[in-house]
């Protein structure tokens, strides 16, 4: 990463934290009868383009590494899973309870994956 793109981060970083606000508001403002699968998908659809031109147009598919495929593989399983997961559980709890679950969450659960996959040991922070 070079010093360019490092004063970028955190435009990126507030971007996020800005969409991600809006996934309870589109789960209670959603048509009747839209379900959580139906939200997911369309979450899924949007946000994955969006990710596709811009990778694209950042020239991110130049190399032919097998690595960064094999990580793309796996978050994109886990969005596919996490989304119906998330809409379902912010049906049943409500929009409050469900984001605080999911923000709060979040943070412990990357932790633990940096532990188990990199060995990297939690710091007191």
């Known amino acids: 990463m070079n010093s ?12 996020a934290s800005v969409l991600w ?3 309870g ?3 209670a403002f959603a048509p009747p009868g839209a379900t959580p699968i139906m939200l ?6 949007i946000g994955g383009l969006s990710m596709l031109i811009l990778a694209l147009l950042a020239g ?24 119906p997961f998330f809409f379902t559980g912010l049906a049943k709890t409500g929009v409050a309870v469900g984001t605080v679950v999911a923000i709060g969450s979040a943070p412990i659960f990357a932790g633990l994956l940096g532990w188990f996959v990199r060995r990297e040991r939690p710091s007191g922070a």
Not at 4 to 15: A, C, H, M, R, W
Not at 40 to 45: F, G, Y
Not at 60 to 83: D, T, W
């Open 25 to 27: 508001t589109s789960q």
């Open 40 to 45: 997911s998908a369309v979450r899924m659809a």
């Open 21 to 23: 606000g809006t996934t």
């Open 60 to 83: 991110a598919f130049q190399s032919a590494e097998k690595g960064p495929l094999k990580y793309l593989f796996l978050s994109s399983a886990s969005l596919a899973a996490f989304n």
């Open 4 to 15: 360019k793109d490092k004063t970028l981060v955190p435009f990126f970083i507030l971007v």
